[in-house]
């Protein structure tokens, strides 16, 4: 786990993903995109709620600014990490993201009951995943206006 | 007067007669005196025919009874010799001059005897001779005293009543086998008159069996074998005066009389009921046949649940003899649920029970003769005998139904489980996959001509060989979604479904300037995304196997014999060799070259699918060089859209 002490200039990022891979290939394409991200990365759900709720040796993780979140995680699957965030009344104002590689309606429709901000489907294509994530990044993190609640440390 | 007086009156006038006083002179004035005394009595007689004969058999007195019972005036009679009072066929034998010699040798008489009317009719009579003979003992004549027999009493009189109110023939014949009496319905079934019969023997009407029975053996009477049929029906036959012979049943019974036991045989034309036996024996027979002939195994049961009737197939199946179940329970063989089902509940009858039942089949166990079961299917139906209703049951050895059936199920999860493998193994594989070909290709893009150009080409193959795979995998998954991510088929608008195809299609359309046509096309039965995919998929390969020069493409629909849509898809493209024709369908089978058209050979093979999918059929007619059509069917819905 290595997260950088923030600068009010840059945007935080949690990607909650297991596969050391698609960590990887993620990163690798955030960066082609826009330099200023800094993306944290959890790799099980119970990871991810301890770096959201600063526990342990997250202690002084960043509040991100965006979550992105896979579905299909060990120790504590993604659609409870879900729950959880949208249970917390410190948490839910963050946007949370689904990308999965899960095309699968019920995963859909219950990701959005579970108050999901969006659903994305990961693409097979390194072009298309590329295509994605710019879209992510011209959207969420340059289009959206997101609550100035930042509470770093 | 009884016969036995009578006889003394004639034999020893004397004594019979005291009244009579004077004495003869002579023997022959004796003679001639008693004659004239006893004429006057006897004359006067009524019951009895009561004449004299001279030694030749010239009659030369007759009385009243003689006049009544023979119909002959004294006049017409007196002077002829006796012979006329036989039937034709004894004067031949001589019988009266017979008569005459063992008279005389004997003094006297007694039998019975036809006797022919002056009118020619016939009847029985009881008859005593005498001879008469004077003082010398020189034969002077005869007297005959004879009796009608079938009207000598009054109470034959009511039982000739009887006889004619009876509804069977009837035949009365004495000992000697002659016939002495017949009722009309006699005359009906034989076909004489009456007296053609009177006198005649019986054997004449009923050749065999019955004249035999009237004759004692040396160990027995004639009423002690008699005694013995009594009863009893004998099945003969009886013989028409036309020379037809017809079936009987005769009862005889033994009627003492004067004249010795008389047989009455009551007899009753049985050709109708032989005919039904037979009529029944032929049914019997064909239903045996029918039975035998069955590929089932069949059994008949009463009601009672016992075995009457079963056939070969029946034996081989349950590996009994025949004698060995005939007569069991049915229970022996079906344990459960057949004999239930032939016993009445409360509310209802067992033929109504059955009613339900037929050709239903029903699946229960076989038990063997040697313990082991297999399943049978039965098919019950009634059947009204006249031991009441009786239940055929053809049974179907099931074992190798079952056997199929189970292999079936079997096969079809199997299939089910190799879809779903298919399905699942190209899922988890894209994952890795995507890895391959993410990095590959990142590799490629940032270390391009930063490596030797070996690693170049290395990487290129790499990338190349990832894509590859990357959409085999996911034509193998659009494959396996056809069966496990099909929907429901619904009324669909397959001009909207083409519309839609086109509209995936609208950069290839564009870029090869295809002319589209079609027809107005029909609503079907139909899940509208395969539909359209099917669509898609023809006129893709429309457009991509194209010779130089525009493509024409026209989408057509018509009703076929079965009531269904046949649509066609016709180009003028390249054509297809016929030989390829079942091959293009296959999955993952190309005609070209990877660098000649691009693809994996799942277009045609996803189509196929999806048609059978809806009960339907894909097939292409084409010419190489000189385009293509590929139809396929579906089930229509009302209406043209």
Known sequence: MNHIEVESSHLDILLVEDSPGDVRLTKEVFRDTNIDIHLHVASDGVEAMAFLRREGEHVSAPRPDLILLDLNLPKMDGRVVLANIKADANLKSIPTVILTTSESEVDIARSYRLQANCYLSKPVQLEAFENLVKSINDFWLTKVKLPQQRQGG | ?641
């Not at chain 2, 890895?435 to 290129?460: C, H, N, P, Q, W």
């Open chain 2, 1 to 641: 007067m009884p016969l036995e007086r009578l006889y003394d009156l004639v034999h020893d006038p004397g004594n019979a007669s005291a009244k009579v006083a004077e004495a003869p002179n002579s023997a022959e004035e004796a003679l001639r005196d008693s004659e004239e005394k006893y004429r006057m009595l006897l004359d006067e007689i009524q019951d009895y025919a009561i004449f004299m004969l001279d030694p030749q058999g010239v009659v030369v007195s007759w009385n009243a009874g003689a006049e009544r019972i023979k119909g002959y005036q004294a006049d017409e009679i007196v002077g002829h010799n006796f012979s006329v009072f036989f039937p034709p066929e004894d004067i031949k034998q001589g019988m009266p001059e017979e008569l005459l010699r063992i008279t005389a040798t004997n003094g006297r008489h007694e039998f019975q005897g036809m006797r022919v009317r002056k009118d020619g009719s016939r009847f029985l009579a009881s008859i005593i001779f005498i001879a008469l003979r004077d003082l010398a003992g020189n034969l002077r004549g005869f007297s005959e005293i004879s009796r009608d027999l079938s009207e000598s009493k009054e109470s034959a009189a009511k039982y000739r009543g009887l006889l004619e109110a009876a509804p069977d023939a009837m035949v009365v014949v004495n000992q000697g086998g002659e016939i002495v009496l017949l009722n009309v319905q006699a005359e009906k079934q034989f076909g004489y008159r009456r007296d053609e019969l009177i006198g005649q023997k019986v054997k004449n009407i009923i050749p065999q069996g019955f004249a035999e029975r009237l004759i004692a053996d040396g160990t027995r009477t004639a009423a002690e074998a008699l005694a013995q049929q009594i009863g009893t029906g004998i099945e003969l036959n009886g013989h028409r005066k036309d020379g037809s012979e017809f079936p009987i049943e005769i009862m005889l019974s033994p009627l003492e009389s004067t004249e010795g036991i008389l047989v009455t045989a009551a007899i009753r034309d049985i050709s109708v009921r032989k005919a039904v036996e037979k009529h029944l024996g032929q049914m019997e027979g064909r239903y045996r046949g029918l039975l035998e002939a069955a590929p089932d195994a069949m059994v008949v049961v009463n009601e009672g649940g016992d075995i009457v009737l079963l056939n070969v197939q029946a034996e081989k199946q349950f590996g009994y003899h025949r004698d060995e179940l005939v007569g069991q329970k049915v229970k022996n063989i079906i344990p459960q649920g057949f004999a239930e089902r032939l016993i009445a509940d409360g509310t209802r009858t067992a033929a109504e029970a059955l009613a339900q039942q037929i050709g239903t089949g029903i699946e229960l166990n076989g038990l063997r003769k040697d313990g082991s079961e297999f399943p049978i299917e039965i098919m019950l139906s009634p059947l009204e005998s006249t031991e009441g209703i009786l239940v055929t049951a053809a049974i179907r050895d099931i074992t190798t139904r079952k056997k199929t059936d189970a292999h079936v199920l079997e096969l079809n999860r199997s299939n089910e489980e190799l879809g779903q493998f298919a399905y699942v193994a190209s899922h988890d594989l894209q994952e890795p996959l995507r890895m391959v070909a993410s990095f590959t290709e990142l590799l490629a893009r940032r270390y391009k001509g930063k490596l030797d150009s070996d690693a170049d080409e290395f990487i290129s193959f790499a990338v190349d060989g990832a894509r590859r795979m990357q959409r085999l995998i996911q034509d193998l998954l659009a494959y396996s979604r056809v069966a496990t991510k099909g929907n429901d088929l619904l009324r669909t608008s397959s001009e909207e479904a083409l519309r839609r195809a086109l509209m995936n299609l609208r950069g290839a359309i564009e870029e090869s300037s295809a002319l589209l046509t079609h027809d107005p096309l029909p609503t079907v039965m139909a899940d509208e995304r395969q539909l359209i995919q099917v669509f898609q998929n023809l006129i893709g390969n429309a457009i991509k196997y194209q010779n130089p020069g525009v493509p024409r493409i026209h989408i057509s629909a018509a009703r076929n014999a079965d009531k269904k849509w046949t649509f066609s898809v016709k180009d003028n493209g390249l054509g297809i060799d016929p030989q390829y024709f079942e091959k293009i369908f296959v999955i993952f089978q190309r005609l070209h070259k990877r660098d000649e058209f691009s693809g994996t050979g799942i277009g045609l093979a996803i189509c196929k699918r999806i048609v059978e999918r809806h009960g339907g059929t894909i097939s292409v007619e084409s010419q190489l060089g000189h385009g293509s059509t590929f139809t396929f069917d579906l089930a229509g819905s009302e209406g043209k859209s």
